[in-house]
């Protein structure tokens, strides 16, 4: 029986094709969808013979729509009071443990780490009752704060009804997400910190300099690149923020739509009001607003020339 021999110069073509496949499928194939969605006007219960051309329509509805804008509006506010934060915490916590942690470092990382492979919906049953108005623990903790002179009069007076109040919402959803990827950010610059060679550091101390001069000087000009891989990744995810708020809002935004994300608002369109046109016109809307805010975010990264 003859054995079948694949030509060299077919045989990398053949070793990609089944990556190829499944991203034509699940990949370009649903963008491609999408797009051609954007200009159609189609409810997916009644069939694809009941799609029609409707040009720019769509995308004049979404630009038009209150809704969208106030969507965007609260996905803005939880991106940056949920991904700041993230950084200015990672950066020094990261240095702190490249530096004060040798033999228990991966032990301590790994449970930075661990809410960030935290199932969704664990994560949102765990801060439901975290965050309940009568039996919470953050509203438990916030009454003996209370006590402490002074303190207690930056505090609220009574329990906050966290998912309840619009004013409460949108914090409590930035908690859970910076909690939830403040430790892949400390993996990262973790990693960036070990390239670092110690040369620079022992060079800079004979010269006199503190561990904050070393800081300032050192550390931050070499983690520079990871610094923009971070915040580029937070400025894309915080832009794309769906699971928190859907799970912790019911799907629905929560009390005055505080906690309806710009993907949240996406998803009703499609589902819960069967316009597939509109919400594909959004998401390739909200696909602009992404790559402008990444644009701009290469463009602050950028080396200064001189």
Do not use: C
């Not at 002179?149 to 505090?155: E, N, Y």
């Not at 007076?157 to 966290?162: C, I, L, S, T, Y």
């Not at 589902?271 to 016109?281: L, P």
């Amino acid at each position: 029986m003859k054995h079948l021999r694949l030509s060299p110069r077919w045989a990398p073509y053949a070793l990609l094709a089944p990556f190829l496949l499944l991203f034509l499928v699940f990949g370009l194939f649903p963008l491609a969808f999408s797009l051609y969605l954007s200009f159609q006007s189609w409810e997916p219960t009644s069939g694809l013979a009941a799609m029609h051309y409707v040009g720019l329509d769509n995308f004049a509805f979404a630009l038009r729509d209150e809704w969208f804008w106030k969507s965007l509006a609260n996905t803005g506010w939880l991106a940056l009071a949920s991904g700041l934060p993230q950084h200015l915490v990672a950066i020094p916590l990261a240095s702190f443990l490249h530096l004060g942690f040798k033999r228990w470092r991966n032990a301590v990382v790994g449970a930075y780490f661990l809410p960030y492979i935290t199932s969704s919906v664990a994560i949102a049953i765990l801060f439901s009752s975290l965050f309940s108005t009568d039996y919470g623990l953050i509203n438990l903790l916030l009454a003996l704060l209370r006590e402490v002179p002074l303190l207690g009069a930056l505090l609220p007076a009574q329990a906050v009804d966290w998912l309840n109040d619009p004013d409460a919402l949108k914090p409590a959803i930035s908690m859970i997400v910076f909690w939830r990827y403040v430790g892949f950010n400390v993996v990262l610059y973790l990693a960036a910190l070990q390239t670092i060679p110690p040369d620079l550091y022992e060079a800079a101390t004979m010269d006199g300099a503190g561990r904050l001069q070393q800081f300032f000087h050192i550390t931050l000009p070499s983690i520079r690149p990871m610094i923009f891989f971070g915040v580029t990744l937070s400025v894309i995810g915080g832009l794309q923020l769906f699971e928190e708020p859907f799970i912790l809002t019911g799907g629905k935004g929560g009390s005055d739509q505080a906690g309806m994300t710009a993907a949240v608002y996406l998803y009703r369109n499609a589902f819960d009001f069967n316009d597939f046109g509109a919400a594909s016109a959004m998401s390739w809307l909200l696909f602009l607003v992404v790559a402008l805010l990444t644009w701009l975010t290469n463009r602050a990264f950028r080396p200064r020339t001189r």
